[in-house]
């Protein structure tokens, strides 16, 4: 999961002594050869947007920009690439400090007035001096939806692949919730014009912060209620009704849709569930 740790917390005070490190190039993480974070004051590094993030076991974190080339000894990596490189915790922790970064890259100025705007200083929220406005972190909510009709070893799950998916992937229907809108009608909505079909019996199951670069995915069970598949060409290239037990592609391991896939194959197939969820509940 793309988490923050429970022994996190948030701060926002600059710490007085050394520190971890997140530095970010665009969406690629500055780390030593080894693949481990800067440590200490950050000199030797051109950066701006510095911001503090917090402390992980009494740890102090700082998020910042790297405004020229790495450093010798040090490479710049994809975030996505480094599950399973970082700690669980680390990589929980680079995803909040790169939507802190994007935050602070892309909202500088009063949307209203143009004024420069400061840091409200309680939190990570920035205020207009100006005009008072106040903004925040996006947070781009996604309604997912894992589609499964049929029973036990029988039961065939529909994914979908986008034109962007890498070759031969499917993965479960998913779409931004609009304004206005529950997180119920997205889903069914989404459903309804990514593939043409109907669902029912829609279950919350799970939720992922995904900071690629500020979504929150909301992941959901729902059992086909009609209706052939019908493409809606500008979002979907594929989508097929897939066996349990004969599967494509899937998406990396730590991904929700992963997660729900991995979930509904190992109940339909009488397995132990891999992703307990003691809070799974219907609408």
Known sequence: MVSRPTRFEDQTGFPDGPATWFIFQGNKLLLLGDDTLPMGHAEGFEIDL????????????????????????YTLSPLRSLFGRLSEDMFGLAGFAAQVVDFNRTHQFCGFCATPLDFAGYE???????????????????????????????????LARGPHFPPGMFS????????SETLEAAAA????????????NLRYVLSQPWPFPHSLMIGFNAEYDGGEIALQPEEIEDARWFSVSNLPALPAPFSIARQLID?????????????PVPHDHAF
Do not use: N, W
Request: with cysteine.
């Open 263 to 275: 979930r509904a194959v190992s109940l339909s197939l009488g397995s132990p569930d891999p992703y």
């Open 172 to 179: 479960a229907l998913a779409g931004f919730v609009q304004p």
């Open 189 to 200: 909505r989404e459903v309804l014009e990514e593939v043409g079909v109907k669902i029912r």
């Open 50 to 73: 510095i911001r503090p993030l917090g402390r992980l076991d009494g740890q102090p974190c700082i998020s910042a920009q790297l405004k020229g080339e790495a450093p010798a000894g």
């Open 124 to 158: 990570h929220s920035k205020v207009c001096p100006e005009c008072s406005l106040s903004v925040y972190p996006r947070v781009a909510p996604v309604a997912m939806v894992l589609i499964r009709r049929g029973v036990g070893a029988q039961t065939e799950l529909l």
